[in-house]
Structures are given as structure tokens and as C-alpha cells.
């Protein structure tokens, strides 16, 4: 979502005239885009920004996303070197909070949640072949533990007519992959009038001729349903793969986050899905040291874990976040015992992806050819293209530049945890 703020902001920048430098020290402007989600997020940025220097009135700093709309003016009294604090529903003040940063000299603070625009598609683009679509913003849900809905507002669903608009553009230039973001997703068009929801928005988008791959983040358990998952198996262009965060396997916890699943809907939802997509790859989000998490609550997110058999897993030490629910709840799993966990998730997980990837060899992928990796042969280094498959593996594979933005059929010859090795299948492409 920030990449995509980031996106919309570069571009206001650049009809300003303005173009991007090497190293911060030489730019006449450095904007901060920050997250709040975790703690060490927020460092960085307190760190990073304090060590951007003024040379008179130059450069002119500015604080922007969510840290902006957690922290206010605080942020000039940590910081006084900042110019201006714009929250995520601001950025379109940008350029005019620029212009004011350079004739008064004066701090400004833009923060007003209600006024972020529905129609936010600039044009800019930084890549040519895949782009990022907000579809809706903000988020009701009040995970205990979570910043987001503080910070980002309720739940506003972009009109159907807009999103279209400007899938259909991105198609007309050449764009071959969407991803629709939401912090939920699956809730998209409860708050617009009318039947519309996210199953027929991507009907929609199917239609849309030239985009060949359409994938979505995030979707919440209780909102992911059957008709979701047809919608996957039926639509020729959505990816089959589904970010589906669990969080924890313990129903104490899940009930602490204020999740509204238990871990034997979160199996039933896994098996409805692979039931209907048997192909589909799964991948999560889960935390860990939530307060009160036990051992035993552990466990049940490892064995969870074990029997899930997710493709990829995002694994998080819990931190509290000032004005959450969690934040009231005492702290009290130890930042050791936090990381000793989060490596043994990332082990596991590890072991469970390559096992997966294993599995693969063999098959003929279809990928999506984006850039250029590498990848060794013995001791010896080899250049390839790099792109990924519609279940979002990234697939490395020996041949000319020129097949960058073209969808080819990969043959898998090998594998580690987060990347497959193969070769263009001649016979299939
Ligand atoms: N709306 C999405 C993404 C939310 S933020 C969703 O519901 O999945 C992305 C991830 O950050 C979350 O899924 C969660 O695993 C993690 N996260 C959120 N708040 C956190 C906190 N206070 N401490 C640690 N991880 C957190
Ligand atoms: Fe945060 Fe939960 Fe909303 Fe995701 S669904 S943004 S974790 S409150």
C-alpha cells in the first residue's frame, strides 16, 4: 500500500519538475513514506530522518503515511527539522505543502483522515508490466493488536466505475499484471450501495482484455468465502494463489487478536479452497509473542503450521501499538523468547516451502518474465531471467532479455525454499 502511495507521490513530483537523486545528502526535498504496523518500522524513520541535515532552508523534509497520522505534531518536537507531517489520506496535498514549506518557513501538519480522494490514479507508474490497484482503503475490523485502523480510517470502497477506468488504461499500456490491494479485501463493497462485491469486481476485471494476471491482498478469514475461491478456480486471469493471514493456532489468541475465527474454520476454509483449486498456493501472516502466548499456545501455531502446509509464511514479534486493544494487555513474552520463536517458524517454514517446491519439478510453469536474477551453477554464477509463476514463486530460468514482458512456459528443473531453477519448455511455448 505504501509502495503504492509512494507511486502516486513520485509522480505528483515529477510533473513538479522534480527527479530523483543518488544519495539524500544532494536532494532539495526528502520525503519519509512510514508505516506503523510494527515498531521497527517506526526506528528507522525516527532514525533515518534525524540524520537528513538542513542547509538553510534546504532540504525541505517531509514525514509522510502513517507514522504522520499516528504521531501529529509530535513528530516536529522529536524532529524539528521536519517541514511538514502529511498523513496517507493527504498525499494529494503534497506538492502544496511543498510550495508553503518553501515561502513561510512554518511547520504544517496535514492530517485529515476524511479527505482521502477515490479517484487517486495519477498515471504514474513505476513499473511498465505490473501495477498495484487500491480498491478500497482503511479497515473495520480492529485486530486487537493492530495500528491500522487508527491510522488508515474505516473501511471506503473506490466507485466499481473508477477502478475499471483504471485497469482498463493500465491494459491499453501494455500492463499485464494487477495486484488489487485492500487491507481486506474480501469486504470490498459492503459500504456502496448495490449488490456490488469483491467476487463481481473481479469478474469484472477478467473481462478487462490484455491483463493477463490478476492477484489481490489481503483477504481476512471470516470474510473469504466459496464463492471467492470459484471466482479463483473460474476466472481465467486470477492468480491462484491466496495471502491469508492466520495469525495464530491458538483459539485463545485468535480470540485475544479479536481475529472472529477459530483455528478449525481457518482448516476449513484451507480445505474448501484446495478442494475447489487444488492447485492453489497458500501463504500467511503470523505473529508471535502475542501477550499471554504460552508455550503450549506456540506449539499449536507450529503444529498448525505443520498441518497447513502454507507455500510461504510472514513470520512477526508482536509489538504493541499505542491507542490497540493488545497495548492494554501486559507485554509479557520476552523480546529472546519472541526471536527464538520467530526463527523456529522460519525453519519450519523453510522446510515446508522446499518440500513444496520439491514437488513442482518436473511441471511446466507458466511465468510472468520481469527482469533479471542470477543464479549459481556449481560455484559458477549464471545470469537469468527472473519472473514468477501465477502461484507467486519466483522462477529463475537461463534466456535472452528480450523474453522480459512475455508470459513463457518454464519447465522446473530444480529448487531451494523461495526459488524455483528451470528452463523454457520449447514444446509449450
Ligand atoms: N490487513 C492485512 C495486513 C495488516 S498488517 C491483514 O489483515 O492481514 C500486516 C501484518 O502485520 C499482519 O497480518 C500482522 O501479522 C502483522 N502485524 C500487525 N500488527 C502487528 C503488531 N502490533 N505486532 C506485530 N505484527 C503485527
Ligand atoms: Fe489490521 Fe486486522 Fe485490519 Fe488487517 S484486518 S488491517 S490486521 S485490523
Known sequence: MNVRDSEIILGMLKEKGYA?????????????NTCSVRQHAEERVWGQAGMIKKRGARPVIGIVGCMA???????????????????PANIYDIPLLIE???????????????KRPLLCDNGYRI?????FVSIMYGCN?????????????????????????????????GFKEITLLGQNVNSYGKDLPGPLNFVRLLENLDRIKGIERIRFVTSHPKDATPELFKAMRNLASVCEHLHLPLQAGS??????????????????????????????????????????????????????????????????????????????????????????????????????????????????????????????????????VLGRSRSNKVTLFPGKMDLISKLVRVRIKRTTAHTLIGEVDDKKN
Open 127 to 131: 513499473s511498465n508490466l505490473k501495477a
Open 251 to 384: 483459539d485463545k489468541i485468535l480470540h485475544m487478536m479479536n481475529r472472529n475465527y477459530t483455528l478449525k474454520d481457518y482448516l476449513k476454509l484451507v480445505d474448501v479452497l484446495r478442494r475447489q483449486v487444488p492447485d492453489s498456493a497458500i501463504s500467511t501472516d503470523i505473529i508471535v509473542g502475542f501477550p499471554g502466548e504460552t508455550e503450549k499456545d506456540f506449539k499449536k501455531t507450529e503444529q498448525a503450521m505443520k498441518d497447513i502446509q502454507f507455500d510461504e509464511a510472514f513470520v512477526f514479534k508482536y509489538s504493541p501499538r499505542f491507542k490497540t486493544k493488545a497495548a492494554e494487555f501486559k507485554d509479557d513474552v520476552s523480546n529472546k523468547k519472541k526471536l527464538q520463536r520467530n526463527h523456529r517458524l522460519l525453519e519450519l517454514q523453510g522446510a515446508i516451502s522446499l518440500k513444496k517446491n520439491k514437488h513442482i519439478i518436473g511441471s511446466t510453469e507458466e511465468v510472468l518474465a520481469e527482469g533479471k536474477g542470477s543464479y549459481f551453477q556449481g560455484a559458477k554464477k549464471k545470469q537469468a
Open 69 to 87: 497520522q499516528n504521531y501529529q505534531e509530535q513528530i516536529f518536537r522529536r524532529l524539528p527539522q521536519v517541514d511538514f507531517v502529511c498523513g
Open 141 to 173: 475490523n480492529f485486530c486487537s493488536y493492530c495500528i491500522v485502523p487508527y491510522v488508515r480510517g474505516r473501511e471506503v470502497s473506490r466507485p466499481l466505475r473508477h477502478i475499471l477506468a483504471e485497469v482498463q488504461d493500465l491494459a491499453a499500456r
Open 20 to 32: 530523483p537523486v543518488s544519495k539524500p545528502d544532494q536532494a532539495e526535498l526528502v520525503l519519509f
Open 100 to 114: 508553503k514549506a518553501l515561502k513561510e518557513h512554518s511547520q504544517l501538519l496535514a492530517v485529515n483522515m476524511e
